[in-house]
């Protein structure tokens, strides 16, 4: 099959790992496979290197960016739509809100018998916005979903989300939960890289660890966390709060853990590379995720391909892979909630194994890559299939 897949931009993040893995693994089942994507803009850190040496093609359309531009997205909308009726595929499959519009939009135009299909990674709307925003988005949205065949959710959650808002119809929509590279996951760290970890930045060998990795970005929770952490460092003294990650609210937190005096209670790493990430894990004890939206993290399940147990606020997908078999639950924006989820599992060294245990067990065949792919696929054959039959 001739494939294109459009991503707005490369950056560090769940959305784009996902289509790197889905382009490389079509690509070595020998489909023809192109990448239409933005520059690589933000703080975020960006994944660009891990196209290189891959058997796809990379196109990148300078002017699309993120941000909604009329300019811009009318440049890059003819640009895709050119880009398009050069390369003439069978399935069009679009990822993020900007590309997802314009890519769908510039592939039903042609009027080709091309098939277009739309991942959603999360949707665009969502009660932390204003309504009319919403409502703008849901329209959009709407009008999109009559120019795709088929959805594919990262979560049962979004597909849900998606119907009840009025976007596709159920028969249109499959659930594929988004790969990870497990093997850097499953695969144990020696105790000394862990100890060599940790030492960096400050953390004793004994102190138990409570890794949070996420963008610090509004909405990632990481306000609840400290609040939660004001509390149990005064309960438990070898406890350490680890942010992985980077972003606009990067300074606000460390002003904020500097002025409550938890400057050595709460560290920072910055952005790490993505292969350090199983390293971070591992070198921690408890996972925990505050975000107020998401299709599902996909920092839950790399947490329990590494044996760690999560914690995370009941959003979106996330009890599809938390439950009480595997970490904690707990009702979003509550502090209360969130503390003493952490302080059962800081207490407990033989419940974090068995739930870090019960986790692995639970996620490994459902977030490998074969099985991603094997699932966009059969939804590439059916669509095409239904094109031989109507041409028939």
Not at 203 to 215: F, G, K, N, S
Not at 362 to 370: I, L, R, T, W, Y
Request: with cysteine; net charge positive; hydrophobic share 40%.
């Amino acid at each position: 099959m001739k494939i294109v897949h459009i991503i707005t931009r490369l950056i560090l993040g769940g959305a784009q790992e996902n289509t790197l893995i889905t382009c490389k693994l079509l690509a070595q089942r020998g489909h023809d496979v192109t990448l239409i994507t933005g520059p690589a803009i933000g703080p975020e850190g960006e994944l660009f290197e891990q196209t290189k040496g891959q058997d796809y093609k990379v196109i990148t359309v300078n002017k699309l960016v993120r941000a909604i531009c009329p300019l811009n997205d009318t440049l890059s909308y003819f640009q895709i739509k050119k880009l398009l009726r050069q390369l003439q595929p069978d399935i069009v499959h679009t990822h993020s809100a900007k590309a997802g519009i314009l890519g769908r939009f510039a592939a039903h135009s042609l009027k080709r018998a091309t098939k277009i299909v739309h991942t959603i990674h999360g949707l665009a709307f969502h009660q932390y916005q204003s309504q009319w925003l919403n409502k703008f988005y849901i329209a959009i949205e709407k009008s999109a979903a009559k120019r795709t065949d088929f959805f594919i959710s990262v979560a049962n959650a979004m597909t849900a989300q998606a119907i009840a808002a009025g976007i596709g119809r159920p028969e249109q929509f499959v659930t594929a939960y988004s790969a990870i590279e497990e093997d850097d996951f499953l695969k144990p760290i020696s105790e000394e890289r862990k100890r060599d970890f940790r030492r960096k930045y400050g953390i004793d060998e004994d102190a138990i660890v409570l890794v949070t990795i996420a963008r610090l970005f509004m909405l990632k929770g990481h306000e609840y966390i400290i609040e939660s952490a004001k509390q149990l460092s005064r309960q438990y003294d070898k406890c350490i709060w680890l942010f992985v990650g980077d972003g606009n609210l990067s300074d606000h937190f460390k002003q904020q853990v500097r002025q409550l005096g938890l400057a050595d209670r709460i560290k920072f790493t910055g952005l790490l590379p993505p292969g350090e990430i199983p390293l971070a894990i591992q070198s921690s004890d408890i996972l925990v995720h505050c975000s107020l939206r998401e299709g599902l993290a996909r920092t839950l399940p790399q947490a329990m391909l590494c044996s760690r147990p999560a914690v995370s606020f009941d959003v979106d997908g996330a009890r599809e892979v938390v439950n009480e078999n595997t970490g904690r639950l707990i009702e979003p924006k509550n502090i209360e909630q969130l503390t003493k989820a952490c302080a059962e599992l800081i207490e407990d060294e033989g419940l974090r194994k068995k739930l870090g245990e019960n986790g692995r067990e639970s996620v490994k065949e459902k977030f490998a890559p074969e099985t991603m792919v094997d699932t966009i696929e059969a939804v590439y054959r059916k669509l095409l299939k239904q094109n031989k039959s109507v041409s028939a």
